[in-house]
């Protein structure tokens, strides 16, 4: 179990997220040599950005923070939580392209807390999901 939350570092933990969602991914149109190509990049990025606002929205809705603070405070994933004097610190390490990953990082942190979460219910998890969310989270994250 990791640090305790209350009301307002529930709402400071989900700041932190969505701010870490709302950063820019600075492609550098340079890297693709041609628009089609940075484009397609671009759009992935961008449903990236959807699908993990979805899930991390449904994690705030069904007051998921606890779980998502103690999976990420006990993570040895890329995406990890610290607290220092009481606000969260989200530290990332690097795969191949941050770009393309920060985000995707994020969703498979609120994926995994609402799996367990179903799970520990006796929820039918890929039912569910399939009430719940879109059909692109669904096939990549609950499939």
């Given amino acids: 179990m990791g640090t305790k939350l209350n009301a307002e570092k529930t709402e400071k933990l989900f700041n932190a997220l969505n701010s870490w969602l709302n950063q820019r991914p600075n492609l550098d149109y340079r890297d693709y040599g041609c ?3 940075y484009n397609s990049e671009y759009r992935s990025i961008l449903n990236d950005l959807h699908d993990a606002r979805g899930l991390l929205n449904y994690c705030e809705h069904m007051e998921l923070g606890q779980l998502l603070n103690d999976r990420l405070e006990n993570s040895s994933d890329r995406l990890t939580l610290t607290w220092s004097d009481d606000r969260p610190v989200l530290d990332y390490t690097v795969g191949q392209y941050w770009p393309t990953e920060y985000r995707v990082a994020v969703a498979y942190a609120c994926k995994s807390v609402i799996w367990a979460y ?4 006796n929820i039918d998890v890929k039912n ?3 009430q719940v969310f879109r059909k692109r989270i669904v096939r990549d994250y609950f499939n």
Wanted: glycine residues 0%; proline residues 0%; aromatic residues 10%.
């Fill in 128 to 130: 569910k999901a399939k």
């Fill in 118 to 121: 179903w799970r520990e219910e």
């Fill in 35 to 37: 628009s089609k190509s």
